[in-house]
């Protein structure tokens, strides 16, 4: 097997010895139709324009989502002034299948990427299973299943067809197009507020950005685990409740209740004056439930929050992008008092 090297260590590039064919089609060919897909999405926000996305296969629904999509994240950033300065794309192939005349491909998405203004990198991994078909002996991208913090063939398995999972994402994105801009929470006004005695969100956050690529211990489900340990670097004692392996350790909603009920936390549903360290949760929609746990890891001389996470793993991931969006329907802020 050969590999490549990856700014995640712990993962390879899918490598086999004998190339999978559709149509002469190689590996090789797989890969630079993927990177071109991928690379064409992000284009977006570097341009801030729609670009065409010429991997996408032609007049597909998922041609028509993608347009949807980016037309509303290019007014999103449009309206907070965020842009994408420079990006990077790279490629970890988990696996890939033939399905018929169809290729499947499990790959993970990871993206370096700088936004203008922004004085850190930030770094993430999502998880795609994507269908390639060939048309005129061009492959492209068919299909895309892809949900924030899952990995892809656990979607898979939850829907009916792929027809209504893509209609049912263009429904809620056209739903939500038009009030983005009142949802998108307002920069905060950096103040320094009280701390609890024996809290540091310096520390907190230093942990975060230390351990954001470390290996999950609860893979798939380690957000709050990953946030709880930084919370207890930051100085956080643990206690009968709040304790590695609890639910109050590893739970999204019990973490909320441990940290109000203790009076270690006020929760608040705007972002003034929130300090590194600080946690931010978000309601997920196709759970329908508090599902995602993360922590403040930098806040920029504009303002603008960034946050780390586990499930999977971000590094400085702006907050702007987490919410409002498909994946997440509400937010809330934890500040640690």
């Known amino acids: 097997m050969k590999s490549k090297k990856s700014i995640f260590p712990y993962f390879r590039i899918f490598r086999k010895k004998k190339n999978i064919y559709l149509n002469n089609k190689t590996i090789e060919d797989v890969e630079e139709v993927l990177l071109g897909y991928f690379n064409k999405c992000i284009e977006n926000e570097r341009k801030l324009k729609l670009v065409k996305n010429k991997y996408i296969y032609p007049n597909s629904i998922l041609e028509e989502y993608n347009k949807l999509h980016y037309s509303a994240l290019i007014d999103l950033y449009s309206s907070i ?102 949802k998108v929470n307002k920069k905060i006004v950096n103040k320094i507020g009280y701390r609890h005695s024996t809290y540091d969100g310096t520390k907190a956050a230093k942990w975060a950005s230390d351990n954001w690529n470390a290996l999950e211990e609860y893979e798939g489900n380690d957000c709050t685990n990953f946030v709880s340990k930084a919370l207890n670097a930051g100085g956080l004692s643990i206690d009968s409740i709040w304790k590695p392996g609890s639910y109050a350790w590893i739970r999204v909603i019990s973490l909320r209740n441990w940290l109000v009920n203790t009076g270690y936390a006020k929760e608040y549903k705007s972002n003034n004056e929130l300090e590194l360290g600080d946690v931010v949760q978000l309601y997920s929609r196709s759970k329908d439930k508090w599902s995602h746990s993360t922590i403040i890891t930098s806040i920029d001389s504009d303002g603008q929050i960034y946050v780390s996470a586990h499930s999977y793993p971000y590094h400085n991931r702006p907050l702007f992008s987490y919410y409002p969006t498909y994946a997440y329907a509400n937010i809330r802020f934890l500040k640690i008092t």
């Open 81 to 182: 002034k965020a842009r994408a300065k420079f990006y990077h794309v790279y490629l970890n192939i988990n696996s890939i299948n033939r399905r018929g005349k169809t290729i499947e491909v499990d790959v993970d998405k990871i993206i370096n990427i700088k936004y203008k203004n922004s004085k850190v990198l930030t770094e993430y991994k999502d998880n795609h299973l994507i269908y390639l078909n060939d048309k005129n002996g061009e492959l492209f991208v068919s299909k895309d299943i892809n949900e924030e913090g899952m990995k892809a063939r656990e979607v898979f398995n939850t829907i009916d067809s792929y027809e209504e999972y893509i209609k049912n994402k263009i429904r809620v994105t056209k739903k939500n197009r038009f009030n983005l801009k009142s």
